[in-house]
């Protein structure tokens, strides 16, 4: 493992320690590298609305956290700046859902980020998300 990787995993072994969030609801970090994450979900019935699906809440949290987890990776606090979500397709309780962050750049402080959500039974886009960073301290 190269010395980036090994930053980047540590980074995420830290936050995750204090993300109260992602552990209440299961999420698991699955992978992290440099600029990258993949965050997995499983869908359970209290994260379904009113409609039979997923509620757009719970897509645009998994996502999120997937974003953080790999703007967080080169031992720098950053935070999110803002989001936008495209919902594409439904998921319903009991898939489970993995969401891949990709860093698109970095400039000054700031990066962009896409998310795509997709469900790991047959692999179809739940939702794309792009968030912009911004580093707020060194870690």
Known sequence: MN??????????????????AAQRLGIEIADVAPGR???RMAVSQAMVNGHGVVHGGYLFLLADTAFAYACNTYDAVTV???ADVVFVAPAHDGDVLDAFATERTRFGRSGI????????SDATVIAEFRGTSRTVRRG
């Open 3 to 20: 010395d980036a990787a090994e930053v980047a995993r540590r980074c995420a072994e830290a936050m995750y320690e204090r993300d109260t």
């Open 37 to 39: 994450a993949r965050a």
């Open 80 to 82: 999110a700046a803002a």
């Open 113 to 120: 980020y896409d998310v795509t959500v997709r469900r790991s």
